[in-house]
């Protein structure tokens, strides 16, 4: 970094949106990784050595233009509310905020697409397509905040998920982007090859615009429906998951413990002590279906929002849903953190019997009812944030290992770095690298294979001049 590549910075963008003092570095270099004490002691010194935010796609092509002329790394963020350090920048250089490419370009209402800009924010388009009769299909729990291209650069699903399945379930069209050489062209990927830049760390090229499919809006109803154990709320959970006569848009399921967290529900009234609970978005005309339905398992009601107060500024429960679970836990308790899994459904019950005979109260179940894989028919996945309480690593990786012994899938959130785990396609990443990121310059350090020599990109790289050849 040196004084003429930010004085070329400002001549881009302005000299209002180019950051150097060391509070908007250290602001803009961090995201959600604090739930992890183990990636805040990993990721406490990383910091990027200039903020820039560009305010279109054309000055951002400059950016990336003069960033490989003077070899310096770039990291795309958007809101950043990642969990994993996505968007914090392992080697300096420049940070590319991209909070101002947030234009609706588009909303087709016949279609039912959107195209938009990736620094759009995900509320801010769940309203404007629901003004139209649509709606988002899958949004995270973040959604007022987080932009679409972070949710696609870096998430994974969420509400709507149930339906919809996950980001690689069709729920990206298209997308423009540019990527990281010396002359870039922008570039339209459409259909499969968006699988490029689908939960990528930012590492292949840079999203400038998407097109995503909207479904039709439909009356939503949101509800807590609280048990008395944590298995009675997962037959009910499975029970209404498999019900196709009644459409929902959210099913979370939390062991006892965990409700007594959610405080402006408990201000409500809404937590029961010592109770298990659902969390609920149906379809308004079914919730009296769903209600009644949990009576055969001690379901009682604790809480509804009708119709008309669905998102209107109350409580919406997809606040204490996916990682907004861990949220509010963690506002109580700092020793509390996370991890992610995927229980199988048919053997569910059985693997949290066994997790909580090992390891009691250390670990409280949190599942995401989802669908995914749409195309082989959408099996129904139980999604799991459960909370686990921090005393060390290794205790940490001992869960982690107990419940990969007995069938429990873990996407560990506790590594910033991508590697062959389930949560992405490694495949269609690691050849996007090569294809738009052959210098390695784009969020440097997020591929594991990359790191450690497995694979390679060209020679002369920021990778130590590997060769491509297993791309
Ligand atoms: C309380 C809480 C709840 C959450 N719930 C969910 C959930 O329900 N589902 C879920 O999937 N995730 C969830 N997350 C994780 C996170 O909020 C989402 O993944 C979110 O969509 C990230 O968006 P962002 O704009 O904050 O992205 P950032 O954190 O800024 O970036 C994420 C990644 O995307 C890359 N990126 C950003 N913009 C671009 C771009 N234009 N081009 C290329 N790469 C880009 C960044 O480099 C980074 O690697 C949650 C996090 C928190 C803290």
New binding site residues.
């Given amino acids: 970094m040196n004084d003429a590549l930010i004085t070329a910075l400002k001549a881009i963008v302005g000299d209002s949106q180019v950051f150097t003092d060391p509070r908007s570095l250290e602001v803009f270099s961090k995201?959600?990784s604090w739930?992890s004490p183990v990636l805040v002691e990993t990721l406490k010194d990383k910091l990027a050595e200039v903020v820039v935010a560009p305010g279109s796609s054309d000055e951002l092509q400059r950016i990336v233009a003069l960033a490989v002329e003077h070899g310096v790394p770039l990291?795309?963020?958007?809101?950043?509310?990642?969990?994993y350090g996505?968007?914090v920048p392992l080697s300096g250089g420049i940070l590319a905020n991209?909070h101002r490419?947030n234009r609706i370009l588009e909303i087709d209402a016949v279609a039912g697409t959107a195209r938009v800009e990736?620094?759009v924010r995900?509320g801010a388009l769940e309203r404007k397509a629901r003004e139209l009769g649509w709606e988002l299909r899958i949004?995270?729990?973040?959604w007022a905040?987080?932009?679409?291209?972070?949710?696609?650069?870096?998430?994974?699903?969420?509400?709507g998920s149930i339906n919809h399945g996950t980001?690689w379930d069709g729920n990206v069209l298209a997308a423009q982007?540019i990527p990281m050489t010396a002359d870039p062209e922008k570039i339209e990927l459409t259909g499969w090859d968006c699988a490029a830049?689908i939960h990528?760390?930012?590492?292949?090229?840079?999203?400038?615009e998407l097109t995503i499919p909207l479904a039709k809006a439909v009356d939503w109803a949101e509800a807590v429906i609280s048990f008395p154990t944590l298995e009675a709320a997962i037959q009910y959970g499975l029970k209404l998951a498999n019900d196709p006569s009644i459409t929902k848009r959210e099913l979370s399921i939390n062991e006892s413990g965990i409700p007594e967290y959610f405080t402006p529900l408990k201000n409500e009234g809404a937590i029961l002590p010592d109770r298990a609970n659902v969390l609920l978005e149906v379809d308004g005309a079914k919730l009296e279906v769903a209600v009644q339905m949990a009576l055969e398992f001690g379901g009682s009601l604790d809480w509804h929002n009708p119709i008309d107060k669905y998102h209107k500024g109350g409580i919406a429960v997809s606040d204490f849903?996916?990682?907004?679970t861990?949220?509010w836990a963690l506002k109580t308790d700092s020793s509390l953190t996370y991890l992610q899994s995927r229980f199988e459904v048919d053997k569910l019950l059985e693997q949290v019997r066994l997790l909580k005979a090992r390891f009691g109260d250390e670990i409280l179940l949190h599942l995401e009812l989802i669908r995914e894989n749409l195309a082989d028919g959408g099996p129904l996945v139980a999604a799991s944030l459960p909370i686990v309480r921090f005393t060390t690593k290794e205790r940490l990786y001992e869960m982690i290992h107990y419940c990969e012994q007995i069938g429990i899938q873990i996407a560990d959130p506790h590594v910033y770095y991508l590697d062959e785990d389930s949560r992405w396609n490694g495949e269609a990443v690691i050849k996007a690298v090569a294809r738009f990121n052959p210098l390695g310059l784009l969020?440097p350090g997020?591929i594991k294979q990359l790191e450690t020599g497995e694979i390679g990109v060209q020679a002369g790289s920021w990778f130590g001049g590997k060769t491509a050849t297993t791309v």
């Fill in positions: 995201d959600h739930f990291t795309v963020r958007g809101a950043g509310t990642g969990n996505q968007a991209l490419l990736a620094g995900m949004y995270p729990s973040t905040t987080c932009t679409i291209g972070g949710f696609v650069g870096g998430g994974f699903g969420g509400v980001l982007v830049i990528a760390y930012g590492t292949t090229a840079i999203m400038t849903t996916w990682n907004h861990t949220l969020n997020k």
